[in-house]
């Protein structure tokens, strides 16, 4: 939904300017959806947010067990909003296993709502409670405010002639309409969503607006004393325009086939179901009126492999995975390189090895995206640091992948896939077109055909299949440097890798120079970061220099080749720390390039970093006590993910 904003109007009340909220429940509780439409709710008060859902790994994990519980969280405000929060405000727990994994994220102080219709003594097992939480001092330093949202619900679908089973599935309705009295929102957009979704089932339709409404009312009519009162979070201070909620595999999808217009190409979408890629092609189907074609392969090999002949074919060839995937990808993307066709390569990465975390984020695959082929096959690589970002990183993968006649890789992670944010809806006038050619007659001397001759950036030419007179051999081993003949010869094979290196150092010359996102350009400390960890790095930056400490923020989108004046930038500072959801990845990368010692903070938890974890490591760096400054890792947080101990049977 798009959403026109004005110029919000000033206001002299005291309200908060941000407050995070965090729904968690059984995966089959209709926590992402209750999310998902207070997420709405908050873009149409015209607040910023972002958010974070967060789903279990299993399929279908085993009801009311630690590993089934499924929470969305969201950071709302009156502020500029760049992370889901660090702590919720309020947790909304639906069932014990929801309240003993979220409660230890919880602020102290903060507001736990819980629905004890839920706290039966078979569910208190399941999620390892020996008592009642409800009945000893363990939630003692927060608010508490406990009662039976399932027989409340029950009662107010009862009109409708619902069983029990049906009747409960709209605890997350009467839940949600809670939320809206306590944030001060209007139901008015969720009833008529209601109304659309089960236009089909009018009873069901209804049945869920009681819900909604009932929880609205209990808010409004009960006495709950000062543990929940109704609070109204102001409209950010946001430039006039439209505007959307979009998530970044949306985004993605839609800055693919925006790339796509721009080079004057139709797009072949090539893509094996796995998560958390799988919705690219989801959103991609939905666009075939702008030339997309999508195609669900019967594996991650042959949609590479489709997706590269669509490229040999005259289209924009794209696929898209994640780390798993990308790995069976990797053969044919040599292919890509040895042939030299422009391909789009999406990785949305999630925690690893193998199948390793699959519905958690992680930015563990900058190795594999910069180094992970065999022979010396160097391909461009981007990443995008927000969900809304991703539409511009799409289409400079475009630009590069057929200007530059190459395979580009674009990171993102499970974080930025799934989150959301407020997108303000960009004026194509905006965007320059990179129409492709395709070359139309022989260009050798003597009429003859030069497949492989190349312009000033290194590109060969593109030429179409069935082109009269320019039928040319292409394939997987070295080739001539000019005829494209095979000849794998010493001399052949060292012209040929040292032009596809130059080719792809060259995409240097046409990105941005690297700029510093807050700071200075010279000082004490910089904070280098990639991908997602734009907004806590920000955050924690922004806190520090509050505070009058010397520190700097770089964030860089190009991974390789990296810009041209990155070198001379990090030289400028004294220290360099790098934080980033792996092992210490792109701090590699940036000591091997720039011979600097860049120090990592390194987080592998499956969770996103918090704005706290990276100010406490700034803090290191200015605290006086010899040798404390540096990398570190940042240890799991219990309260984001059940450890092992509490979660297994």
């Not at 949202?149 to 309409?177: H, Q, Y």
């Not at 109304?195 to 009312?217: E, S, T, W």
């Not at 077109?433 to 030069?450: I, K, S, V």
């Not at 032009?499 to 010279?522: E, F, H, M, W, Y």
Request: proline letters at 7%; one cysteine or more; a negative charge.
């Amino acid at each position: 939904m798009a959403t026109q904003i004005a110029e919000p109007e000033a206001s002299s009340l005291n309200h908060p300017e941000s407050v995070v909220v965090r729904f968690a429940g059984d995966s089959g509780d209709g926590m992402q959806l209750t999310g998902g439409q207070f997420t709405l709710s908050s873009a149409l008060a015209g607040n910023d947010f972002a958010t974070l859902p967060d789903f279990p790994a299993e399929i279908r994990a085993p009801q009311g067990t630690l590993f089934g519980v499924s929470a969305f969280q969201i950071n709302f405000g009156s502020t500029d909003i760049e992370t889901a929060g660090d702590a919720p405000d309020v947790l909304v727990a639906m069932n014990p296993a929801a309240l003993k994994t979220n409660v230890g994220a919880l602020k102290p102080g903060g507001l736990i709502i819980a629905d004890t219709g839920e706290f039966t003594k078979r569910n208190l097992e399941k999620a390892k409670y020996d008592v009642s939480p409800f009945d000893d001092d363990s939630l003692a330093k927060w608010q508490v405010l406990a009662f039976d949202i399932s027989a409340l619900t029950i009662e107010a679908v009862k009109p409708f002639g619902l069983g029990n089973k049906d009747a409960l599935r709209c605890k997350n309705m009467w839940t949600l309409g809670l939320a809206l009295w306590m944030f001060d929102r209007d139901r008015a957009p969720l009833i008529e969503w209601l109304k659309n979704k089960f236009k089909k089932n009018p009873v069901l339709a209804d049945a869920n607006i009681a819900a909604l409404n009932a929880g609205h009312a209990y808010g409004e009519t009960a006495e709950l004393g000062g543990q929940l009162h109704k609070q109204h979070i102001g409209a950010v201070a946001t430039p006039a325009g439209l505007y959307r909620t979009i998530t970044g595999a949306e985004a993605v999808a839609l800055g693919l086939v925006a790339g796509a217009q721009l080079a004057h190409l139709p797009m072949f979408f090539g893509g094996y179901p796995i998560t958390p890629a799988s919705s690219i092609l989801h959103y991609l189907v939905g666009l075939k009126e702008f030339g997309v074609t999508t195609f669900q392969a019967e594996d991650e090999i042959a949609a590479i492999a489709a997706a590269i002949g669509a490229s040999y074919a005259g289209s924009l060839g794209v696929t898209s995975s994640s780390g798993p995937g990308i790995a069976l990808k990797t053969e044919a993307m040599g292919l890509a390189v040895m042939t030299e066709l422009p391909l789009v390569i999406i990785n949305s990465q999630r925690g690893g090895p193998s199948t390793g975390l699959p519905t958690k984020t992680e930015q563990s695959d900058l190795y594999q995206a910069v180094y992970g082929r065999n022979g010396d096959t160097p391909i461009p690589v981007i990443a995008a640091r927000s969900p809304g970002d991703a539409f511009d990183c799409a289409i400079e993968a475009v630009r590069i992948a057929t200007q530059y006649m190459t395979p580009v890789i674009l990171l993102t992670d499970g974080y930025i896939a799934n989150a959301a944010e407020p997108w303000a809806v960009p004026d194509v006038a905006d965007y320059a077109p990179f129409p492709a050619t395709f070359l139309q007659e022989r260009n050798g001397p003597d009429g003859t055909l030069l497949p492989y001759a190349r312009d000033a950036k290194g590109a060969r030419p593109w030429i179409k299949p069935g082109t009269p007179g320019l039928t040319h051999r292409i394939g997987g081993i070295e080739k001539n440097p000019g005829t494209g003949n095979l000849d794998y010869s010493a001399d052949a094979h060292q012209t040929m890798t040292d032009a596809r290196k130059a080719k792809i150092d060259g995409v240097a010359k046409s990105i941005p120079p690297q700029d510093v996102c807050l700071g200075n350009t010279s000082g004490k400390l910089a904070v280098v970061g990639w991908g997602s960890t734009f907004g806590p790095i920000h955050q924690a930056v922004r806190r520090a220099r509050a505070k009058g400490l010397d520190v700097s923020h770089i964030h860089v989108r190009n991974i390789w080749p990296l810009p041209e004046n990155l070198g001379d930038l990090l030289r400028s500072y004294e220290k360099i720390l790098v934080p980033e959801m792996n092992t210490g990845q792109f701090k590699t990368v940036l000591r091997d390039q720039y011979l600097v010692d860049a120090q990592p903070l390194n987080k592998v938890s499956g969770q996103p970093f918090a704005i706290a974890e990276i100010e406490a490591a700034i803090a290191t760096y200015f605290d006086g006590v010899p040798g404390n400054a540096g990398g570190d890792e940042v240890p799991p947080n219990a309260g984001q993910m059940p450890t092992i101990e509490s979660a297994n049977p």
